[in-house]
């Protein structure tokens, strides 16, 4: 399905788009022509009113938002209403904003492989690097397709690209799929900056994102440098911050966030100072472009995908290049809820990929994966003679002093495991501050939201029932995190694969998504991870059984919490 791409009938690929609801469902008009930063639906795009541009307003709607998760993992409907243009929230710290940075930095070439992306999420990640980048640092941008399916991903975006991009925004066209590891050498290979970024397909860079990762490789080019990933939500499209982290794994080999040693923040600067990580998310990176030729690029006996962002970390490391994770560069990024596409012919590319990783870099250590994995021990992996031979050439160090001097955090099973030491750890999360309690009444039948049996029971469904103002069983509580709790026990949850499923109580998990509602226009209850508003099945029935469905603002839809 080709996705809605606009909302002004006056041109098929505009610049700039904004949401646009028609009378039916919002009940007024609202003009997609005003300017960037007047439009009030973009404004409240990114307030928390967001969600409610996922509501569904009709069967087309609901197709769109199907397709969107089953192709893309993603609210696809969120993602086309919002356009190719944000605002997004500046969730550095403080400091950042006061830092300058040498007025000669070397230009970069942004490389955005993508296969079978989303147009919409696509586009804006191009425009959010054009819309933030000073034009001096920005080289080009290089679009690598990696032999996408999807129709509008080839004459819409050749289209698209020749009115309204820049001159410095390039395609290349993989032939055959060649996977984000080889796609990636492609795109290298066809830029000419000084310094590589690459960014996934799915992005939003924040204010002065380039700046804080062009200087550090400039001060030394065998600096690698990656930004805080910040979290786009799949559901909404909220841009939240994310917490300062550092990379780390585990003997699977899987990557993994961990806490930041106190000895890495200690410095003036604090949490504003760029940090070294033991490893890399493998996404979002920088890197002088002559260090990763020299370096060996990436290893292309490995497939599709997986296990590149570990090999490549342990290379920097050990061949006397440095890792540093840059608080003052954040970069937005969509978590989607799965890998919505497979390996050709079905491959584990991740065990392929690990077992080369294994045998190149991890020398005896490379036991303490097939303790875990036993089965890959005698699967083939390809010929890695290249890859150990550039590890000669680059003279570079073993897996123990990787160990020893960058992960010392690492537990290595058996006698010779060291203790941890000690590591920042973030304070517990303060619990969301309540907004309003009261009774959650359906305004066509004076009804109250009730647990169908007692609060505390978790599954249990919820009923509209008689109201009671002396029972505080029928009290619920709104937070800053829009769930919906019911006489401080459990919250209201809908299953995020089975919209049909009636709406029950279940634990607050604080994920938002399946627990997440918004009080919308014409008193609607708007439920995230749906898109659909809460109805009364049969106003005239006495068992008060409640659904889900298309928002229509009909006024078995219309609910009020009552103080």
């Known amino acids: 399905m080709c996705p809605s791409r606009g909302w002004s009938p006056t041109s098929r690929f505009p610049k700039k788009i904004y949401p646009r609801f028609s009378r039916d469902s919002m009940g007024q008009h609202s003009d997609p022509r005003k300017g960037h930063n007047g439009n009030q639906l973009e404004t409240e795009a990114n307030a928390d009113l967001s969600p409610e541009l996922g509501m569904i307003f009709n069967e087309q709607d609901q197709d769109v938002r199907d397709v969107g998760y089953q192709k893309h993992a993603f609210n696809l409907l969120i993602s086309n209403r919002l356009g190719y243009h944000r605002d997004v929230p500046d969730t550095r710290d403080s400091k950042c904003a006061k830092k300058t940075y040498p007025p000669d930095l070397p230009m970069a070439s942004i490389v955005i492989c993508f296969y079978n992306e989303a147009f919409s999420a696509l586009l804006r990640t ?24 999807l129709d509008d991903l080839k004459k819409d ?12 925004v390039k395609l290349v066209r993989n032939k055959q799929r060649e996977g984000l590891i080889r796609g990636r050498m492609v795109g290298a290979s066809h830029a000419t900056g000084d310094v590589l970024v690459f960014l996934d ?54 990557f ?12 003036p600067e604090g949490f504003s100072a760029p940090f070294r990580s033991p490893t890399m998310a493998g996404g979002l990176f920088a890197m002088d472009r002559e260090y990763f030729n020299m370096l060996g690029q990436y290893d292309s006996g490995m497939d599709i995908w997986g296990g590149e962002n570990l090999e490549i970390s342990f290379r920097i490391w050990m061949c006397g290049g440095s890792l540093l994770i840059v608080p003052c560069s954040r970069v937005g990024h969509i978590f989607r809820k799965r890998r919505p596409y497979g390996s050709p012919g079905g491959h584990d590319t991740m065990a392929h990929n690990s077992l080369r990783l294994a045998h190149v870099w991890m020398d005896e250590y490379k036991d303490q994966y097939f303790a ?28 123990k002093w990787y160990l020893d001097n960058i992960y010392p955090e690492m537990q290595v099973s058996g006698p010779n495991a060291k203790p941890q030491p ?31 049996g007692h609060p505390s029971q978790k599954g249990g469904l919820v009923v509209a029932k008689e109201c009671d103002y002396n029972d505080s069983e029928q009290v619920w509580s709104y937070n800053e995190e829009h769930e919906l709790i019911l006489s401080n026990l459990l919250c209201l949850d809908m299953s995020e694969t089975r919209s049909s499923d009636p709406p029950r109580l279940m634990k607050c998990h604080g994920s938002g998504g399946s627990q997440q509602w918004v009080f919308g226009k014409s008193n609607r209850l708007y439920q995230v991870s749906v898109g659909q508003c809460l109805k009364l099945v049969d106003p005239m029935s006495r068992k008060g059984y409640v659904s889900m469905a298309i928002c229509d603002g009909s006024p078995s839809q219309q609910w009020h919490l009552e103080n």
């Open 422 to 452: 000690p590591v920042f750890m973030n304070k517990g999360q303060k619990r969301p501050k309540i907004l309003q309690r009261g009774r959650l009444i359906n305004m066509q039948t004076n009804r109250c939201l009730v647990a169908q």
């Open 126 to 149: 191009v425009h959010s690097v054009l819309d933030r980048t000073p034009a001096q640092l920005l080289h080009e941008i290089i679009l690598v397709d990696d032999n996408s399916e």
């Open 256 to 267: 993994k966030w961990d806490p930041v040693p106190l000895a890495e923040l200690g410095g």
């Open 372 to 399: 875990l994995r036993p089965e890959l021990r005698n699967r083939d992996f390809g010929d890695i003679r290249e890859r150990l031979a550039l590890r000669r050439r680059l003279n570079c160090k073993s897996f």
């Open 157 to 168: 975006l050749d289209g698209y690209m020749q009115e309204n991009l820049s001159k410095k």
């Open 201 to 254: 397909s799915h992005c939003e860079v924040n204010e002065m994102w380039l700046q804080p990762l062009l200087a550090p490789i400039k001060e030394n080019p065998r600096t690698v440098v990656c930004p805080v990933i910040d979290i786009i939500s799949a559901d909404t499209l909220i841009y939240s911050s994310s917490p300062v982290v550092r990379g780390g794994f585990n003997w699977g080999l899987h």
